[in-house]
């Protein structure tokens, strides 16, 4: 969801690929590598764009899809202790193109990278009231960071994501006297949002990404917090997204909500919001039924009301703080509240993203559960930065 302009994460992804062009001269020779070339004018034209539905196969496309500028891989999660002790966390891994695959050129060395990696490692702990968020970079070479599909493995140093036995997943990271070690099962198996996971976010062609959940990841393993281990249990929910240009000329920002909920159903909501206020007709939404079934929401289809706000003490940005949601053909009424208001990563691009508790009702029935919400563009616009 970027444009042709120079953003945070291009300066770096360039200084890294600089970094890794030069390191590529001087490096052992371990087999062809390709590293960026120099080329003159506008690059961004020779990425691929997502222009329609894809015929997607699984594990194949669990992997990496080099030839879309950015791309990621997005676990959030809800955990408990046996004694009710409430955790929630993220761990994501973003891929960044540092020149389109023609421009790459072979280079014999395991330093050069045409692939940049990002990551963030977020932590809230509810009971101390305390939230810790980390960032890495790095190249995609030398074995530092990457991603692949099979066997399923994404990394970047030592947190990382990988294939588990009996199907499942393990997941690992720490920083600063954090950390988390989990297994996930698929409970739900993929959902494909929009059109078979082509996810228009506006009007022009290649303004889209391929958009695919795993919605219902059963959680289990440890938190540790200052030393000490907490065995936990909860859910997961996994977002793996790519493509070029997603946002929209006039696009700012988004608000974008997962939730799991307990009549076993999952919810999914995205806004795009406007530079000059309201909300971008390409808004939408997946319902995902306990059965499996799914149903597409447009943005006539529900609707999201702010009922409080918080503003950061960290950048002085002023985000919304608890939701109304309403999805009228499916008798979805609830009310969202962060577990922590300030669950704010100051990163690269600052950006709110915590852990959420859910109450309301289904057709008149009780309904509850947990997710996450992300805000960005509140305390800069993301307009040039995915």
């Known amino acids: 969801m970027r444009s042709g302009s120079i953003d945070r994460f291009t300066r770096l992804a360039v200084i890294l690929a600089i970094l890794a062009v030069a390191a590529a001269g001087c490096s052992p020779e371990t087999g062809a590598t390709r590293t960026p070339t120099a080329t003159s004018g506008p690059l961004s034209d020779a990425y691929s764009r997502v222009l329609g539905p894809q015929s997607l196969r699984f594990p194949e496309d669990d992997g990496p899809h080099e030839e879309y500028l950015t791309e990621w891989w997005y676990y959030t999660g809800n955990l408990d202790t046996a004694d009710g002790r409430h955790f929630g966390f ?76 009996g199907g499942g997943y ?34 022009d062609p290649g303004n889209a990404s391929t958009y695919i959940s795993q919605a219902r990841l059963e959680a289990a393993g440890t938190v540790m917090v200052d030393g000490v281990r907490h065995e936990v249990s909860g859910l997961a929910w996994m977002d793996h997204e790519y493509g070029t240009s997603a946002l929209g000329p006039e696009e700012i920002g988004w608000d974008w909500f ?86 704010e990563l100051q990163v690269s691009f600052v950006y709110w993203e915590g852990a959420v508790r859910v109450e309301g009702s289904r057709d008149g029935l009780a309904l509850s559960g947990s997710g996450y919400v992300e805000l960005t563009g509140y305390a800069h616009s993301m307009q040039g930065e995915f």
């Open 258 to 343: 997962s939730m799991q909920l307990d009549d076993g159903s999952e919810l999914m909501l995205f806004q795009l919001r406007r530079a000059g206020g309201g909300i971008s007709l390409y808004s939408s939404g997946t319902l995902v039924e306990p059965d499996g079934t799914t149903v597409h929401l447009g943005v006539n289809d529900f609707t999201i009301t702010v009922d409080d706000r918080w503003t950061s003490p960290h950048s002085g940005a002023e985000y919304p703080a608890a939701w109304t949601v309403e999805v009228p053909s499916a008798g979805i009424v609830i009310e969202i509240e962060p577990y922590l208001n300030d669950q």
């Open 90 to 165: 993220q761990l994501t891994f973003f891929r960044r193109a540092a020149v389109p695959q023609e421009y790459l050129q072979d280079r014999d060395s395991a330093w050069a990278a045409g692939q940049i990696y990002l990551a963030h490692f977020a932590l809230t702990d509810v009971a101390g009231g305390q939230f810790h968020a980390a960032e890495r970079f790095s190249r995609g070479a030398a074995g530092l960071a990457g991603a692949q599909a099979d066997p399923y493995r994404v990394w970047l140093e030592n947190w990382s994501v990988e294939a588990g036995p």
């Open 170 to 203: 393990l997941l690992k990271a720490s920083d600063g006297g954090r950390a988390i070690e989990l297994v996930l099962k698929d409970a739900r198996g993929r959902t494909l949002h929009g059109d078979g996971g082509y996810s228009r976010k506006g009007p």
